[in-house]
């Protein structure tokens, strides 16, 4: 593995920041540590980087122990590049120089192939003798990573990369981020709070909540299979609809029976919540429940509509943009559910 954190825990004073956090990146991997404000996902990258001290735990690159209680080995030795929030690119400087400021000690030739390549790499070999003032927000971004991959690190951690872009820039400039690392070979790690970031960017992502990491997986594993209600909520959208177990692979819900195998063992009569997302509800003439429209979000290419069932439950479902169904109107829905997720009901 390149990169491998085990029980890592970070704290200052009597506060515990970061509780237990265990994870892997093999070689050419891109992860993602994803998360609300708060729930430690930048003090563990800064971890990584060697900006922090560990309590307990392990830190590994490459195989080498990088940190552990009481060691911490200094950052510029990790052979970790860095982009920043801000970018941190050096206003007096061209293009060119702030991408070949880490290889000052190359040979010139060196210096002058490598930032060539790289800038050809990001797309802005026109850009080398231009300065940062006179690009756009993503050309920037651009730059900044060049200018990290320029020493060849053994990883790259990015800290919050998109957050200063416009929203319509972010999700093409992530693609274009992980194109880019791929080319290169890069393992790298990324800190974001936005999920379309993270499944635009990443191969594999850590869902955190106050300083745990509640579930590592890919996109599809933590929305389809999410191993909490956090991360039930906090990736995608859904309802926990409330439900009974009649037997080992059906629930009873007001939206009616739901088959297929649950996640655990739960006995007759239990109580549950099941979670429906908004393209498991089909609204369909034939469907088994009657739903009222209680709100209607158009989204573009779709609307997000909020249902409300006879007994109060509510459920999300999304229809093409050219089915529009005015507010109190009276839909029949069925749901279609592949993959049963249910919770403990509180």
């Excluded at 609300?36 to 930048?42: E, H, L, N």
């Excluded at 060196?110 to 993503?138: I, K, M, N, W, Y």
């Excluded at 034939?286 to 509509?305: I, K, M, N, P």
Aim: glycine share 10%.
């Amino acid at each position: 593995m390149l990169l491998e954190a085990q029980g890592v825990e970070i704290g200052y004073g009597a506060v515990t920041v970061v509780k237990g956090a265990q994870f892997t990146l093999a070689p050419g991997e891109i992860g993602c540590l994803l998360g609300p404000s708060g729930c430690g996902k930048t003090t563990l990258l800064r971890a990584v980087a060697g900006f922090e001290p560990l309590r307990a735990g392990r830190l590994r690159i490459a195989g080498e122990e990088v940190s552990r209680p009481g060691t911490t080995l200094a950052p510029e030795r990790r052979g970790v590049g860095m982009v920043f929030q801000e970018f941190a690119l050096f206003p007096h400087l061209s293009v060119a120089d702030n991408v070949g400021f880490g290889l000052r000690r190359r040979a010139a030739a060196e210096r002058r192939r490598r930032v060539t390549d790289l800038l050809e790499v990001v797309g802005l070999p026109h850009c080398a003798d231009a300065f940062p003032h006179q690009l756009s927000g993503g050309q920037q971004q651009r730059v900044a990573l060049a200018r990290a991959l320029a020493p060849c690190p053994r990883l790259l951690l990015l800290d919050e990369p998109f957050s200063s872009l416009d929203v319509a820039l972010r999700e093409g400039l992530a693609r274009e981020v992980r194109a880019i690392l791929k080319k290169e070979g890069m393992t790298a790690l990324l800190v974001t709070h936005d999920q379309q970031e993270a499944f635009a960017t990443a191969d594999s992502i850590g869902v955190m909540q106050a300083g745990c990491i509640e579930q590592w997986g890919d996109g599809p594993q933590l929305y389809h299979r999410p191993a909490s209600r956090f991360v039930a909520d906090f990736i995608g959208q859904g309802v926990l609809l409330p439900g009974t177990v009649l037997a080992e692979e059906a629930v009873e819900t007001a939206a009616g029976v739901v088959n297929g195998p649950l996640p655990a063992s739960y006995p007759p009569g239990t109580r549950v919540a099941l979670l429906v997302r908004p393209d498991e509800v089909i609204a369909d003439p034939q469907g088994g429940v009657s739903a009222q429209v209680e709100a209607c979000a158009f989204r573009g290419a779709d609307y997000l509509y909020t249902f409300r069932l006879a007994e109060g439950s509510k459920l999300l479902c999304t229809t093409s943009s050219y089915h529009h169904h005015p507010l109190g109107s009276t839909l029949k829905l069925r749901l279609n559910i592949r993959h049963l997720v249910v919770f403990p009901q509180d």
